[in-house]
Nanobody
């Protein structure tokens, strides 16, 4: 059974930081590109950050310089360090595992709220 389990969301003030974690089981982790998506109320889900099995990263322009994605292949974990958070970062954040030869998998999401 494939599971992606996010944690680390919560309420934070503008300018604060959060670290999201995603634990993965049931797949060959190191052949998957790992992604963090987010979806704000009334908006489409958007790709926030991506990391390949080799560690190459890509970021949405809106989070460049503030967010950092990383992965631990040995422990099947992916992280999203979020600094200098803004109210517009408020969303449900989803962990995603993607490989062009296989289906994609999603976590259940974790809420991030940035508010004073």
């Amino acid at each position: 059974q494939v599971q992606l389990v996010e944690s680390g969301g919560g309420l934070v003030q503008p300018g604060g930081s959060l670290r999201l974690s995603c634990g993965v089981s049931g797949i060959i982790f190191n052949i998957y590109i790992m992604n963090w998506y987010r979806q704000a109320p009334g908006k489409q889900r958007e790709l926030v950050a991506q990391i390949t099995s080799g560690g190459s990263t890509n970021y949405a322009d809106s989070v460049k310089g503030r967010f950092t994605i990383s992965r631990d292949n040995a422990n099947k974990m992916v992280y999203l360090q979020m600094n200098s958070l803004k109210p517009e970062d408020t969303a449900v954040y989803y962990c995603n595992a993607d490989n062009e030869r296989f289906r994609a998998y999603w976590g259940q999401g974790t809420q991030v709220t940035v508010s004073s």
